[in-house]
Protein backbone atom coordinates (compact mmCIF):
# COMPACT_ATOMS: atom_id res chain seq x y z
CA UNK A 1 0.00 0.00 0.00
CA UNK A 2 2.72 2.60 0.76
CA UNK A 3 4.27 1.88 -2.48
CA UNK A 4 1.41 2.59 -4.30
CA UNK A 5 0.83 5.49 -1.94
CA UNK A 6 4.51 6.65 -3.17
CA UNK A 7 3.50 6.04 -6.80
CA UNK A 8 3.39 8.83 -9.05
CA UNK A 9 0.89 9.43 -12.28
CA UNK A 10 2.75 8.45 -15.39
CA UNK A 11 3.17 11.97 -16.89
CA UNK A 12 3.70 11.19 -20.91
CA UNK A 13 5.28 14.85 -21.63
CA UNK A 14 8.26 14.03 -19.41
CA UNK A 15 8.92 11.57 -22.10
CA UNK A 16 10.18 8.78 -20.07
CA UNK A 17 7.66 6.28 -21.30
CA UNK A 18 6.72 4.70 -24.33
CA UNK A 19 9.52 6.84 -26.33
CA UNK A 20 10.12 4.47 -29.16
CA UNK A 21 6.30 3.30 -29.20
CA UNK A 22 4.58 5.18 -32.52
CA UNK A 23 0.63 3.69 -32.28
CA UNK A 24 -1.87 6.01 -32.38
CA UNK A 25 -2.72 6.21 -29.11
CA UNK A 26 0.86 7.07 -28.13
CA UNK A 27 1.26 9.42 -30.91
CA UNK A 28 -1.62 11.45 -29.79
CA UNK A 29 -0.74 11.26 -26.44
CA UNK A 30 2.76 12.96 -27.12
CA UNK A 31 1.40 15.53 -29.31
CA UNK A 32 -0.97 16.61 -26.69
CA UNK A 33 2.82 17.77 -24.74
CA UNK A 34 2.73 20.37 -28.05
CA UNK A 35 -0.16 22.74 -26.01
CA UNK A 36 0.60 21.25 -22.19
CA UNK A 37 4.27 22.35 -22.48
CA UNK A 38 4.18 26.00 -21.69
CA UNK A 39 6.19 28.36 -20.17
CA UNK A 40 3.89 27.91 -16.70
CA UNK A 41 4.11 24.09 -16.47
CA UNK A 42 7.82 23.83 -17.76
CA UNK A 43 8.76 21.23 -14.82
CA UNK A 44 5.70 18.88 -16.08
CA UNK A 45 7.90 18.49 -19.56
CA UNK A 46 11.14 17.00 -20.63
CA UNK A 47 11.71 19.13 -23.98
CA UNK A 48 15.22 16.99 -24.89
CA UNK A 49 12.69 13.48 -24.26
CA UNK A 50 10.06 15.16 -26.57
CA UNK A 51 11.64 16.37 -29.08
CA UNK A 52 13.95 13.07 -29.18
CA UNK A 53 10.77 11.17 -29.71
CA UNK A 54 9.73 13.15 -32.65
CA UNK A 55 12.94 13.12 -34.18
CA UNK A 56 13.04 9.18 -33.92
CA UNK A 57 9.64 8.82 -35.49
CA UNK A 58 11.27 10.04 -38.72
CA UNK A 59 13.40 7.27 -38.82
CA UNK A 60 10.61 4.75 -37.62
CA UNK A 61 8.65 5.95 -40.51
CA UNK A 62 10.96 5.17 -43.13
CA UNK A 63 12.36 1.94 -41.30
CA UNK A 64 9.46 -0.09 -39.74
CA UNK A 65 6.30 1.92 -40.49
CA UNK A 66 4.09 -0.32 -42.77
CA UNK A 67 1.77 2.72 -43.78
CA UNK A 68 2.65 4.67 -46.74
CA UNK A 69 0.29 7.62 -45.18
CA UNK A 70 -0.75 8.92 -42.15
CA UNK A 71 -3.17 11.93 -41.17
CA UNK A 72 -3.92 12.93 -38.18
CA UNK A 73 -4.97 16.85 -36.88
CA UNK A 74 -1.14 17.51 -35.93
CA UNK A 75 0.85 14.91 -38.34
CA UNK A 76 0.31 14.49 -41.67
CA UNK A 77 2.92 12.25 -43.38
CA UNK A 78 3.96 10.45 -46.60
CA UNK A 79 6.24 7.52 -46.71
CA UNK A 80 7.40 6.61 -50.76
CA UNK A 81 10.14 4.21 -52.26
CA UNK A 82 11.86 6.75 -54.69
CA UNK A 83 14.11 4.51 -57.53
CA UNK A 84 17.15 6.18 -56.93
CA UNK A 85 17.23 6.26 -61.25
CA UNK A 86 14.75 9.40 -61.41
CA UNK A 87 15.63 11.16 -64.45
CA UNK A 88 14.00 14.44 -62.98
CA UNK A 89 14.23 16.57 -59.54
CA UNK A 90 10.57 15.86 -57.49
CA UNK A 91 7.96 17.81 -56.26
CA UNK A 92 5.63 16.78 -53.45
CA UNK A 93 2.86 19.50 -52.06
CA UNK A 94 2.64 20.29 -48.24
CA UNK A 95 -0.60 22.18 -48.09
CA UNK A 96 -1.31 22.21 -44.39
CA UNK A 97 -3.89 19.32 -43.28
CA UNK A 98 -3.48 17.47 -46.05
CA UNK A 99 -1.08 14.51 -46.94
CA UNK A 100 1.86 15.17 -48.44
CA UNK A 101 1.81 14.34 -52.17
CA UNK A 102 3.84 13.98 -55.24
CA UNK A 103 2.85 16.21 -58.08
CA UNK A 104 3.42 16.63 -61.47
CA UNK A 105 5.01 19.11 -63.93
CA UNK A 106 2.74 20.95 -64.29
CA UNK A 107 1.76 21.75 -60.43
CA UNK A 108 4.98 23.14 -59.45
CA UNK A 109 3.81 26.17 -58.38
CA UNK A 110 2.10 24.65 -55.27
CA UNK A 111 2.44 27.43 -52.55
CA UNK A 112 3.96 25.00 -50.18
CA UNK A 113 6.22 22.62 -51.52
CA UNK A 114 9.63 20.75 -51.40
CA UNK A 115 11.79 20.19 -54.42
CA UNK A 116 14.11 17.63 -54.29
CA UNK A 117 16.77 17.30 -56.99
CA UNK A 118 17.66 14.47 -59.22
CA UNK A 119 21.19 14.89 -58.18
CA UNK A 120 20.34 13.93 -55.11
CA UNK A 121 19.14 10.18 -55.59
CA UNK A 122 22.11 10.13 -58.32
CA UNK A 123 24.52 10.19 -55.73
CA UNK A 124 22.81 7.30 -54.12
CA UNK A 125 22.39 4.71 -57.54
CA UNK A 126 25.78 3.04 -57.00
CA UNK A 127 24.42 1.70 -53.59
CA UNK A 128 21.19 1.16 -53.99
CA UNK A 129 18.50 1.19 -56.70
CA UNK A 130 15.65 2.29 -54.08
CA UNK A 131 15.08 4.29 -50.98
CA UNK A 132 12.76 5.02 -48.87
CA UNK A 133 11.40 8.57 -48.68
CA UNK A 134 9.92 10.31 -45.71
CA UNK A 135 7.85 13.55 -45.76
CA UNK A 136 6.03 14.68 -42.23
CA UNK A 137 4.75 18.04 -41.27
CA UNK A 138 4.30 18.43 -37.89
CA UNK A 139 2.25 21.12 -35.97
CA UNK A 140 4.20 21.68 -32.86
CA UNK A 141 1.60 23.78 -31.26
CA UNK A 142 2.00 27.03 -29.27
CA UNK A 143 3.80 25.62 -26.47
CA UNK A 144 7.79 25.07 -25.64
CA UNK A 145 8.54 22.23 -28.09
CA UNK A 146 10.73 22.63 -30.40
CA UNK A 147 11.09 26.43 -29.91
CA UNK A 148 14.68 26.00 -28.37
CA UNK A 149 16.47 29.40 -27.63
CA UNK A 150 13.44 31.65 -29.31
CA UNK A 151 11.77 31.07 -25.36
CA UNK A 152 15.01 33.37 -24.65
CA UNK A 153 14.78 36.11 -26.79
CA UNK A 154 11.50 37.63 -25.43
CA UNK A 155 10.82 39.32 -28.91
CA UNK A 156 8.35 37.46 -29.79
CA UNK A 157 9.96 35.65 -32.52
CA UNK A 158 8.19 32.08 -34.25
CA UNK A 159 8.12 29.26 -36.07
CA UNK A 160 6.42 30.33 -39.29
CA UNK A 161 2.75 28.92 -38.85
CA UNK A 162 3.64 26.38 -35.66
CA UNK A 163 4.39 23.85 -38.80
CA UNK A 164 7.76 21.80 -39.06
CA UNK A 165 8.92 19.93 -42.49
CA UNK A 166 10.71 16.84 -41.91
CA UNK A 167 12.65 15.28 -44.86
CA UNK A 168 13.86 11.65 -44.41
CA UNK A 169 15.85 9.58 -46.74
CA UNK A 170 16.28 5.56 -45.74
CA UNK A 171 18.42 6.43 -42.67
CA UNK A 172 21.28 7.91 -44.74
CA UNK A 173 23.30 10.99 -43.56
CA UNK A 174 22.77 13.57 -46.39
CA UNK A 175 25.06 16.45 -46.37
CA UNK A 176 26.87 18.50 -48.63
CA UNK A 177 24.46 18.69 -51.40
CA UNK A 178 25.80 19.96 -54.62
CA UNK A 179 22.39 21.14 -55.80
CA UNK A 180 20.22 22.07 -52.85
CA UNK A 181 16.87 20.60 -51.80
CA UNK A 182 14.45 23.39 -52.05
CA UNK A 183 11.42 23.73 -49.23
CA UNK A 184 8.53 26.94 -50.00
CA UNK A 185 6.47 28.40 -47.29
CA UNK A 186 3.74 30.33 -47.94
CA UNK A 187 2.42 33.27 -45.72
CA UNK A 188 0.66 36.58 -45.08
CA UNK A 189 2.14 39.15 -46.06
CA UNK A 190 5.04 40.05 -43.02
CA UNK A 191 5.95 43.25 -41.56
CA UNK A 192 9.17 45.31 -42.87
CA UNK A 193 10.75 44.75 -39.46
CA UNK A 194 10.19 40.68 -39.37
CA UNK A 195 13.32 38.85 -40.24
CA UNK A 196 12.62 35.84 -42.02
CA UNK A 197 15.14 33.03 -41.77
CA UNK A 198 14.74 29.05 -42.90
CA UNK A 199 16.61 26.65 -40.24
CA UNK A 200 16.72 23.33 -39.49
CA UNK A 201 16.49 21.44 -35.99
CA UNK A 202 20.04 20.70 -35.10
CA UNK A 203 19.74 17.64 -32.42
CA UNK A 204 23.10 18.35 -31.14
CA UNK A 205 23.09 22.33 -30.64
CA UNK A 206 22.62 23.44 -27.05
CA UNK A 207 21.38 21.12 -23.71
CA UNK A 208 18.49 19.73 -25.93
CA UNK A 209 18.50 20.69 -29.72
CA UNK A 210 18.21 24.35 -31.20
CA UNK A 211 17.50 25.85 -34.53
CA UNK A 212 20.70 26.67 -36.80
CA UNK A 213 20.97 28.25 -39.97
CA UNK A 214 24.03 26.53 -41.55
CA UNK A 215 23.70 25.27 -44.44
CA UNK A 216 20.23 26.62 -45.30
CA UNK A 217 20.10 29.96 -47.31
CA UNK A 218 16.67 31.61 -47.29
CA UNK A 219 15.48 33.84 -50.46
CA UNK A 220 12.37 36.11 -48.83
CA UNK A 221 9.42 37.01 -51.16
CA UNK A 222 6.56 38.63 -50.58
CA UNK A 223 3.66 35.63 -49.83
CA UNK A 224 6.34 32.79 -50.02
CA UNK A 225 9.68 32.24 -48.45
CA UNK A 226 12.26 29.78 -50.82
CA UNK A 227 14.65 27.93 -48.07
CA UNK A 228 17.66 25.81 -50.07
CA UNK A 229 19.65 23.76 -47.85
CA UNK A 230 22.68 21.52 -48.49
CA UNK A 231 21.34 18.62 -46.19
CA UNK A 232 19.42 16.74 -44.79
CA UNK B 1 15.36 16.54 -40.34
CA UNK B 2 13.01 19.23 -39.55
CA UNK B 3 13.02 22.49 -41.11
CA UNK B 4 10.93 25.53 -40.57
CA UNK B 5 10.77 29.02 -41.08
CA UNK B 6 11.26 31.68 -38.08
CA UNK B 7 10.18 34.72 -37.71
CA UNK B 8 12.10 37.36 -35.41
CA UNK B 9 10.43 40.92 -35.45
CA UNK B 10 13.40 43.58 -34.76
CA UNK B 11 14.44 46.80 -34.55
CA UNK B 12 18.35 47.55 -35.14
CA UNK B 13 20.33 49.48 -33.02
CA UNK B 14 19.89 52.96 -34.81
CA UNK B 15 16.30 52.82 -34.56
CA UNK B 16 16.26 51.80 -31.42
CA UNK B 17 18.58 54.99 -30.75
CA UNK B 18 16.46 57.38 -32.35
CA UNK B 19 13.35 55.97 -30.62
CA UNK B 20 14.92 56.38 -27.19
CA UNK B 21 16.22 60.22 -28.20
CA UNK B 22 12.60 61.27 -29.38
CA UNK B 23 10.64 59.58 -26.33
CA UNK B 24 13.61 61.54 -23.98
CA UNK B 25 13.28 64.82 -26.43
CA UNK B 26 9.33 64.23 -26.56
CA UNK B 27 9.23 63.30 -22.61
CA UNK B 28 11.06 66.56 -21.45
CA UNK B 29 8.98 68.94 -23.68
CA UNK B 30 5.89 67.37 -22.10
CA UNK B 31 6.80 67.78 -18.74
CA UNK B 32 7.60 71.51 -19.22
CA UNK B 33 4.35 72.15 -20.84
CA UNK B 34 2.47 70.08 -18.59
CA UNK B 35 3.92 71.96 -15.73
CA UNK B 36 2.69 75.40 -17.80
CA UNK B 37 -0.88 73.65 -17.53
CA UNK B 38 -0.88 72.79 -13.88
CA UNK B 39 0.44 76.52 -13.07
CA UNK B 40 -2.26 77.93 -15.27
CA UNK B 41 -4.74 76.02 -14.06
CA UNK B 42 -3.61 77.06 -10.15
CA UNK B 43 -3.60 80.91 -11.16
CA UNK B 44 -7.22 80.40 -13.19
CA UNK B 45 -8.41 78.93 -10.19
CA UNK B 46 -8.17 81.56 -7.72
CA UNK B 47 -8.77 84.13 -10.06
CA UNK B 48 -11.67 82.81 -12.04
CA UNK B 49 -14.96 81.56 -10.24
CA UNK B 50 -15.86 79.21 -12.62
CA UNK B 51 -12.85 76.83 -12.67
CA UNK B 52 -13.39 76.34 -8.93
CA UNK B 53 -17.09 74.73 -9.59
CA UNK B 54 -16.46 73.08 -13.60
CA UNK B 55 -15.32 69.41 -13.48
CA UNK B 56 -13.45 69.38 -17.56
CA UNK B 57 -10.26 71.64 -16.45
CA UNK B 58 -10.08 69.34 -13.20
CA UNK B 59 -10.08 66.47 -14.69
CA UNK B 60 -7.47 68.03 -17.67
CA UNK B 61 -4.97 69.19 -14.82
CA UNK B 62 -5.42 65.43 -13.18
CA UNK B 63 -4.80 63.78 -16.03
CA UNK B 64 -1.65 66.25 -17.00
CA UNK B 65 -0.41 65.76 -12.96
CA UNK B 66 -0.44 62.19 -13.87
CA UNK B 67 1.19 61.94 -16.69
CA UNK B 68 4.03 64.52 -15.12
CA UNK B 69 4.93 62.28 -12.73
CA UNK B 70 4.89 59.86 -15.58
CA UNK B 71 7.40 61.39 -17.22
CA UNK B 72 9.20 61.79 -14.29
CA UNK B 73 9.29 58.45 -13.41
CA UNK B 74 10.28 57.41 -17.56
CA UNK B 75 13.51 59.87 -16.93
CA UNK B 76 14.57 58.40 -13.32
CA UNK B 77 13.92 54.66 -14.74
CA UNK B 78 15.62 55.13 -17.62
CA UNK B 79 18.94 56.94 -16.41
CA UNK B 80 19.50 54.67 -13.37
CA UNK B 81 18.68 51.61 -15.31
CA UNK B 82 19.70 48.88 -12.93
CA UNK B 83 21.64 50.36 -10.36
CA UNK B 84 20.44 50.24 -6.52
CA UNK B 85 19.45 46.87 -4.76
CA UNK B 86 16.99 44.74 -5.82
CA UNK B 87 14.17 46.61 -3.44
CA UNK B 88 15.25 49.79 -5.15
CA UNK B 89 14.27 48.17 -8.39
CA UNK B 90 11.12 46.53 -7.78
CA UNK B 91 10.22 50.27 -6.09
CA UNK B 92 11.02 51.89 -9.02
CA UNK B 93 9.14 49.35 -11.30
CA UNK B 94 6.08 49.79 -8.97
CA UNK B 95 6.39 53.51 -8.98
CA UNK B 96 6.54 53.82 -12.79
CA UNK B 97 4.19 50.97 -12.88
CA UNK B 98 1.41 53.31 -11.07
CA UNK B 99 1.99 56.38 -12.75
CA UNK B 100 1.51 54.26 -16.19
CA UNK B 101 -1.90 52.85 -14.78
CA UNK B 102 -2.97 56.40 -13.27
CA UNK B 103 -2.25 58.35 -16.84
CA UNK B 104 -4.32 55.26 -18.37
CA UNK B 105 -7.12 55.82 -16.15
CA UNK B 106 -7.61 59.72 -16.21
CA UNK B 107 -7.42 59.23 -20.28
CA UNK B 108 -10.43 57.14 -19.58
CA UNK B 109 -12.16 59.01 -17.08
CA UNK B 110 -11.69 62.08 -20.12
CA UNK B 111 -13.35 59.41 -21.95
CA UNK B 112 -16.40 59.37 -19.33
CA UNK B 113 -16.80 63.10 -18.73
CA UNK B 114 -16.68 63.28 -22.37
CA UNK B 115 -19.68 60.61 -22.68
CA UNK B 116 -21.55 62.30 -20.09
CA UNK B 117 -21.12 66.05 -22.24
CA UNK B 118 -21.64 64.82 -25.56
CA UNK B 119 -23.85 61.73 -25.37
CA UNK B 120 -25.91 61.47 -22.26
CA UNK B 121 -26.01 65.31 -21.67
CA UNK B 122 -28.95 65.27 -19.50
CA UNK B 123 -29.36 63.57 -15.67
CA UNK B 124 -25.67 63.60 -15.18
CA UNK B 125 -25.63 65.35 -12.04
CA UNK B 126 -23.57 63.00 -9.54
CA UNK B 127 -22.73 64.10 -5.78
CA UNK B 128 -19.21 64.36 -5.36
CA UNK B 129 -18.13 63.91 -8.74
CA UNK B 130 -14.99 65.02 -8.57
CA UNK B 131 -14.15 62.92 -5.35
CA UNK B 132 -15.39 59.78 -7.20
CA UNK B 133 -13.49 60.18 -10.24
CA UNK B 134 -9.92 61.16 -8.11
CA UNK B 135 -10.91 57.62 -6.12
CA UNK B 136 -10.97 55.96 -9.52
CA UNK B 137 -8.09 57.71 -11.03
CA UNK B 138 -5.71 57.43 -7.97
CA UNK B 139 -6.71 54.64 -6.06
CA UNK B 140 -7.63 52.04 -8.65
CA UNK B 141 -4.11 52.10 -10.54
CA UNK B 142 -2.59 51.59 -6.22
CA UNK B 143 -4.60 48.36 -6.14
CA UNK B 144 -3.29 46.89 -8.59
CA UNK B 145 -0.02 47.67 -8.05
CA UNK B 146 -0.52 46.53 -4.62
CA UNK B 147 -2.03 43.37 -6.17
CA UNK B 148 1.12 42.85 -8.91
CA UNK B 149 3.81 43.98 -6.28
CA UNK B 150 2.57 41.19 -3.55
CA UNK B 151 2.75 38.68 -6.64
CA UNK B 152 6.09 39.81 -6.81
CA UNK B 153 6.51 40.70 -10.56
CA UNK B 154 8.35 43.62 -10.56
CA UNK B 155 12.26 43.62 -11.10
CA UNK B 156 15.10 43.70 -14.52
CA UNK B 157 14.04 44.34 -17.45
CA UNK B 158 15.90 43.84 -21.16
CA UNK B 159 15.15 45.42 -24.32
CA UNK B 160 17.20 43.47 -26.75
CA UNK B 161 17.73 44.42 -30.56
CA UNK B 162 17.88 42.06 -33.76
CA UNK B 163 21.83 40.83 -33.02
CA UNK B 164 20.28 39.93 -29.17
CA UNK B 165 22.37 42.38 -28.00
CA UNK B 166 20.69 44.16 -24.95
CA UNK B 167 19.94 47.95 -26.09
CA UNK B 168 18.18 49.31 -22.79
CA UNK B 169 17.38 48.17 -19.21
CA UNK B 170 15.48 49.19 -17.04
CA UNK B 171 13.24 48.58 -13.70
CA UNK B 172 9.55 47.36 -14.66
CA UNK B 173 8.09 43.74 -15.06
CA UNK B 174 9.91 40.40 -14.51
CA UNK B 175 6.87 38.40 -15.23
CA UNK B 176 5.34 38.80 -18.37
CA UNK B 177 2.17 37.34 -17.39
CA UNK B 178 1.49 40.58 -15.31
CA UNK B 179 2.97 42.66 -17.51
CA UNK B 180 0.34 41.41 -20.56
CA UNK B 181 -2.62 41.80 -18.10
CA UNK B 182 -1.91 44.90 -15.91
CA UNK B 183 -0.42 46.79 -18.56
CA UNK B 184 -0.98 45.95 -21.99
CA UNK B 185 -4.67 44.96 -21.36
CA UNK B 186 -4.98 47.60 -19.12
CA UNK B 187 -3.93 50.10 -21.61
CA UNK B 188 -6.31 48.17 -24.42
CA UNK B 189 -9.50 47.80 -22.36
CA UNK B 190 -8.93 51.83 -22.36
CA UNK B 191 -8.21 52.10 -25.89
CA UNK B 192 -11.27 50.50 -26.95
CA UNK B 193 -13.34 52.54 -24.27
CA UNK B 194 -12.22 55.42 -25.53
CA UNK B 195 -12.12 54.68 -29.38
CA UNK B 196 -15.94 54.07 -28.71
CA UNK B 197 -16.40 57.20 -26.69
CA UNK B 198 -14.82 59.15 -29.54
CA UNK B 199 -16.48 57.72 -32.54
CA UNK B 200 -19.70 58.45 -30.84
CA UNK B 201 -18.31 62.18 -30.09
CA UNK B 202 -17.37 62.23 -33.68
CA UNK B 203 -20.70 61.30 -35.15
CA UNK B 204 -22.72 63.64 -32.93
CA UNK B 205 -19.54 66.40 -34.02
CA UNK B 206 -20.74 65.94 -37.65
CA UNK B 207 -24.12 64.56 -37.59
CA UNK B 208 -24.88 68.16 -35.06
CA UNK B 209 -22.70 70.52 -37.67
CA UNK B 210 -24.45 69.45 -40.58
CA UNK B 211 -28.36 69.69 -38.90
CA UNK B 212 -27.72 73.52 -37.35
CA UNK B 213 -28.25 76.10 -39.96
CA UNK B 214 -24.59 77.45 -39.42
CA UNK B 215 -22.64 75.13 -42.69
CA UNK B 216 -20.26 77.77 -42.77
CA UNK B 217 -17.09 76.50 -44.80
CA UNK B 218 -14.79 75.56 -42.44
CA UNK B 219 -17.05 74.28 -39.94
CA UNK B 220 -16.01 70.59 -41.22
CA UNK B 221 -12.22 71.26 -40.24
CA UNK B 222 -13.18 72.47 -36.68
CA UNK B 223 -15.09 69.46 -35.93
CA UNK B 224 -11.73 67.74 -36.93
CA UNK B 225 -9.34 69.56 -35.49
CA UNK B 226 -11.82 69.70 -32.40
CA UNK B 227 -11.32 65.65 -32.48
CA UNK B 228 -7.75 65.74 -33.04
CA UNK B 229 -7.74 67.43 -29.84
CA UNK B 230 -10.38 65.26 -28.12
CA UNK B 231 -8.10 61.87 -29.15
CA UNK B 232 -5.11 63.30 -27.55
CA UNK B 233 -7.10 64.39 -24.26
CA UNK B 234 -8.20 60.41 -24.12
CA UNK B 235 -5.17 58.82 -25.24
CA UNK B 236 -6.22 57.32 -28.67
CA UNK B 237 -2.53 57.77 -29.74
CA UNK B 238 -1.71 54.86 -27.21
CA UNK B 239 -3.52 52.95 -29.66
CA UNK B 240 -0.54 53.16 -32.07
CA UNK B 241 1.39 50.76 -29.83
CA UNK B 242 -1.06 47.97 -31.48
CA UNK B 243 0.70 48.85 -34.90
CA UNK B 244 4.21 49.49 -33.64
CA UNK B 245 5.00 45.22 -34.88
CA UNK B 246 4.06 46.74 -38.96
CA UNK B 247 7.36 48.49 -39.08
CA UNK B 248 9.86 50.87 -37.55
CA UNK B 249 7.68 54.36 -39.05
CA UNK B 250 4.81 53.40 -36.57
CA UNK B 251 7.14 52.55 -34.09
CA UNK B 252 8.46 56.35 -34.59
CA UNK B 253 4.89 57.94 -35.18
CA UNK B 254 3.96 55.92 -31.78
CA UNK B 255 7.16 57.71 -29.22
CA UNK B 256 6.03 60.99 -31.28
CA UNK B 257 2.45 61.32 -30.59
CA UNK B 258 2.48 59.78 -26.64
CA UNK B 259 5.66 61.43 -25.81
CA UNK B 260 4.37 64.76 -27.23
CA UNK B 261 0.62 64.25 -25.40
CA UNK B 262 1.47 66.93 -22.79
CA UNK B 263 2.21 69.75 -25.24
CA UNK B 264 -0.95 68.92 -27.06
CA UNK B 265 -2.94 68.64 -23.68
CA UNK B 266 -1.43 72.40 -23.13
CA UNK B 267 -2.67 73.72 -26.01
CA UNK B 268 -5.93 72.21 -25.54
CA UNK B 269 -6.34 74.03 -22.19
CA UNK B 270 -4.91 77.69 -23.98
CA UNK B 271 -7.50 77.11 -27.02
CA UNK B 272 -10.42 75.96 -24.50
CA UNK B 273 -9.96 78.46 -21.78
CA UNK B 274 -7.39 81.53 -22.78
CA UNK B 275 -9.89 83.10 -24.91
CA UNK B 276 -12.85 85.09 -24.16
CA UNK B 277 -15.92 82.83 -23.81
CA UNK B 278 -17.37 84.31 -26.08
CA UNK B 279 -14.83 83.56 -28.88
CA UNK B 280 -14.68 79.87 -27.65
CA UNK B 281 -18.82 79.46 -27.73
CA UNK B 282 -18.52 80.26 -31.45
CA UNK B 283 -15.29 78.25 -32.62
CA UNK B 284 -15.73 75.00 -30.53
CA UNK B 285 -18.60 72.51 -30.17
CA UNK B 286 -16.93 71.00 -27.25
CA UNK B 287 -17.06 74.04 -25.17
CA UNK B 288 -20.60 74.88 -26.71
CA UNK B 289 -21.41 70.98 -24.57
CA UNK B 290 -19.29 72.09 -21.56
CA UNK B 291 -21.32 75.60 -21.04
CA UNK B 292 -24.27 72.99 -21.42
CA UNK B 293 -23.15 70.48 -18.52
CA UNK B 294 -22.31 73.80 -16.12
CA UNK B 295 -25.90 74.40 -16.56
CA UNK B 296 -27.51 71.22 -15.80
CA UNK B 297 -24.97 70.68 -12.93
CA UNK B 298 -26.65 73.45 -11.45
Known amino acids: ?232 | TFFALLLRPTLDEATVKALIHISQAGCGTSMIFLAFTIVLYTVLRFSRQRFKSEDAPKIHVSLSISLFLLNLAFFINVGQRLKGSDAACWARGAIFHYFLLCAFTWMSLEAFHLYLLVIKVFNTYFSHYFLKLSLVGWVLPALIVIGTGIANSYGPYSIRDEKNVTTLELCWFREKIALYVTVHGYCLIVFLFSAAVLSLVSWKIFTLSSATAGKEKGQHWKGVLTLLGLSCLVGLPWGLALLTSLGPFTAYVFALFTSLQGVFIFCWFIILYCPSQSTVTSSSGTARVDHAHTVSQE
Open chain 1, 1 to 232: DSTRRDEKPRNVCQGSANMNSYEDFDLNRTAGCFSKCTHSQEELCHLGNLQRYWLNFETYLVERSQMDTLNTSFLTALVKSINTSVSEDLYFSLTPSQVPKQMTKDEHQHPDRVRLPKSLFGSLKSSRPMVRLGIVVLDIGPGNVFKGSLLSREDGSSVLNNRMVALTLGHIKVTKLAEPLEITFSHQYQPPNMNLSCEFWDATKGPSGDWSSKGCSTEVGVRRTVCRCDHL
